[in-house]
């Protein structure tokens, strides 16, 4: 495909006037040569006037220190605000419902642009320079611990590499988001952007994330689909880092799911293994206690767990289904709030151990030339005790009375 | 120099009317504090009014994902377009001239800006995420593979450095770039970039590059001198990796050269060596086959290689001198088109082993303080098989009958 | 803090009309979303009418090549020129006075951003590509010289990490700057700025720097305040890397200092120990000679030290607390101009040894949990022989005639 003379795209948004076709606006596109440019807004006012709900997009680009360039979405349904990051490859910095707020108070406290970020730092963890969204994806070519792993060289050698953590996605700049609103009921609003993970002689990957919402609703839905743009097969991970801090989490909030089986992480996490569903409040010097778990599913292998507040009468339930997204990592890490007082719980195609340990036990899928895998997250937002209750029960409706093996010991990994 | 009074620049063009003095256009200056702005063009018809034919260049900023702020020069002469992108070391995205394409498809589709490019990333192959220009330099520290080698540091003691894949010059923005055009015939136009691969306790190298066409001619030349800043002797390396795909690459596509000699550079290319000279169509999970070439030269010691298409009507032709670049890599890469089907021709004045092997075979050139390196490449497009022939018959003129020496084992090398 | 609606600020400078409250004006704020745009000038006979020095500051952002969208402010006191580099740490390129200037010729000549900066390169010396400042702190997790010192990983481990040359804090662009100017006598102008260096599992250390003067005066002070906003304590190092070139530095040129103790860094340096005070010319091929300094002080123990010319009728001084910079290096490394003929005056918590070395012998300060550590340097520019000698003369008390210990050998680091 050829370029060399260029399209310029005025900011202006791109209006179907046909009532079934979708308004469309391209944000941000390389193949078009569009970039952050000026802010600007839309109104549901203006593009659905017969929606009863008032919903609005506002576009900016973040000014100053690292986060010069840095380009923000905030979309706000009306009912949800949600705050989503193009540049850092389409994460969501947080999501606020009246005074339920899904984020955490990270040491981190500018929306650091990926070009400050140097993913080999300190032995491969620099991606914790840049941590502070309440939702970033680790992936595609990696999404755990940083280590060594083997891969096949441009001489069709194995060879080494240092695997940097839960990879490189999370600061990959989207090179495609473009909105789109239904002109009819239910008016769905869906942002969608796409992330290259592409190389040569190196993984050939294409995300294109969509998140949606309908006008006046507490949940909002993550569809997620990468596609293997290479011509060989392709080993790819995904692992959804959705990050909690106060005021939902807090002392004696608690985390609620359908557990068919739990395993500690490592011999610490092991200690904590008792009550291990049971937050406590900010603990300075806490270590960081990982547990990994299977989960019941209903009939079609759909999940649902639950992070509630002490009282009961706050929450956030995330839905799923175990054929995309089998395995569950529970993080607690509960540490002084200057130091980031935070619990992730995170879906995954496998859990955050390095890839050579997860590809031993059959946790890393591989793309044939082409082949797409799917994977979509609901997440509903509880506000009151009275919208709790019914999530809570679904939830022990999942697990059906049926028993939660705990595993005292660790997996023998190496 | 003191630069606390800076000045500012506006971007018209600096005319000059005296009819000899060329037409001199700054394009982007640290010097003069000058960078991308507003697109702009420059046409042939105002400038040379007595030209015949009409050429204009073209500049604008790239937006979006990881091309944003990358800065874009296109030259077109009236027959040949040619891209130049400043900011990854002035190195040259592709050329057309009617259906004759030099140029490929890389699963890389952005012109990935160097902030985003680790090249320590993987092991030292960080370039691989930005790599997909038609020609781009290896160099100007180190041009080949990654991998240890030693070098001098502040306290004088050898030390060691791992070296990145095909150095650094690639990812450099270019520091100050300049169009001239001679007013009179042949009505020259020059486009000259300066990129700077400096440090303290380390290379002081400074490239001048020019790249200059006439109006109508189906000809271009890359004019290049790499000087030595420093005080002290210092090594250099040059590679010009210039990088055809289809569709002049295709099964039955062959490469055309005066050889002297040819060596496998491992065992699996030395699988390959008989038929070495044909290209295989796009194959899935095709190896890179490398070979490194000595050529004949005529008198001056100038030769000439062409890479034709099977029907031998279409081809792209290189000259050179090989008092400056003795050295010649072909690089098959014949994958599947979605992995890169592509083959490289890279002159250079070494061959692309890792640096500490290139000057154990007195393959690192080594300039004194303040000395200079020319290199000069000339690059012809032929459009029809008229054009070929005579092309084809210089090249059998510079063989002169002689003999090919096929070494069938590759060098050994440690 | 929630962030859904930004603050837009316009760049008019916020005037405080109250005679006794300060001038204001925020130039970069992460918190309002402020960064670059345009340049502009504030001038004194405005801002302070009734100062019979007329003192400006012009703020720019710097174009083309690695120099693209750096920060610069120039601070004119209507004696001192003071080039401050918001983007690379609040460093100071140059400063002048007259015909004394306090930069050197590096190298490096662009004001290198550090989104091109990468700090891993070259085994941890990638530092050196884009130094150039007469000054720029070394920090704030280490400030000394590469290699391998052990950390607490995120599973509470002791684990180990690669520490890049001088840290990272020269690299890290301020999140807030902001001038302030006294509206009365003295009428003190102030640039104040913070730079962050925070990450998860990792330090949270903020640094607040303040470079003040006075309208007229020859002086100026540089005032620090790194906070440890963790919960748990911290160690830090601070290196304040003070470079000198000619014309100040040549052959004769002098170090002046209240020495007890001089220690060579290595055999290389004790081979020079004897005249280490003296400099010589610019001389290709020198290999950097380092000394760590112990200095006497006054009952507050505050201490001086200067580098004069060899005339000794140019200096420049600076003076500040051995309590909190105990340590001095001298960095004596006068090779060929091409190469950066300079020497550093480096007043520091600690010598430039890596920091594994410094912490055995004790000297890496620990920050509890929201502990500040301030420090000051005041530095003073001689312009002739009169202002020279009561310099050296303060410099000779401060010794009182006590011996300097020289110590022969390097210590035993290992």
Not at 96 to 125: A, M, Y
Not at 233 to 255: D, I, R, W
Not at 308 to 323: C, E, H
Not at 368 to 396: C, K, L, N, T, W
Request: glycine content about 10%; charged content about 25%; some cysteine.
């Amino acid at each position: 495909m050829l370029r060399l003379i260029p399209v310029f795209c005025a900011l202006t948004a791109h209006v179907a006037f046909a009532s079934d076709e979708p308004f469309r606006k391209t944000i941000i596109s390389v193949e078009r040569n569009l970039g952050g440019g000026q802010p600007w807004n839309v109104r549901g006012r203006e593009i659905t006037p017969d929606c009863p709900v008032d919903w609005s997009v506002f576009k900016n680009t973040y000014q100053g220190g690292r986060q010069e360039g840095v380009e923000s979405i905030e979309l706000n349904n009306g009912k949800l605000f949600i705050h989503v990051i193009p540049t850092r490859g389409m994460g969501i910095r947080q999501v606020w419902c009246g005074d339920v707020l899904l984020r955490w108070d990270s040491p981190v406290k500018e929306l650091v642009h990926p070009r400050f970020i140097n993913l080999q730092s300190r032995g491969g963890l620099g991606w914790l320079e840049g941590f502070n969204e309440w939702m970033c994806r680790c992936g595609l070519e990696n999404s755990g611990q940083p280590g060594t792993d083997r891969f096949i060289n441009n001489q069709g050698d194995e060879a080494t590499m240092d695997l940097p953590l839960h990879g490189k996605i999370a600061n990959i700049p989207a090179s495609e988001v473009e909105l789109l609103v239904e002109r009819k009921p239910p008016w769905r609003i869906r942002l969608r952007g796409r992330v290259d993970e592409r190389m040569v002689f190196g993984p050939k990957l294409e995300l294109w994330t969509e998140l949606w919402t309908e006008p006046g609703s507490a949940t909002f839905h993550i569809e997620d689909t990468v596609t293997n743009r290479g011509a060989q097969p392709q080993e790819f991970q995904m692992l959804y880092h959705c990050n909690f801090g106060a005021p939902l989490l807090e002392e004696g909030a608690t985390f609620v799911g359908p557990v068919r089986e739990v395993t500690p992480f490592n011999a610490h996490a092991a200690s904590g293994l008792d009550g291990w569903t049971r937050y406590a409040g900010p603990t300075t010097g806490y270590v960081e206690q990982v547990y990994a778990l299977r989960l019941f599913g209903d009939a079609q292998d759909r999940t649902r767990v639950m992070l509630q507040n002490a009282a009961g009468d706050r929450a956030v339930s995330m839905a799923w289904s175990l054929k995309e997204l089998p395995y569950l990592t529970v993080w607690k890490n509960t540490g002084a709030v200057a130091d980031g007082y935070v619990t992730g719980l995170e879906p995954g195609t496998s859990y955050p151990y390095n890839r050579r340990i997860e590809r031993k036990f059959g946790r890393v899928p591989k793309l044939a030339a082409g082949e797409s895998y799917r994977m979509a997250v609901e997440v509903a937002i509880h506000a009151d005790r009275d919208d709790v209750r019914p999530a809570a029960e679904a939830i022990r409706s999942l697990q059906g009375g049926r028993e939660t093996k705990l595993n005292r010991e660790p997996p023998e990994i190496e």
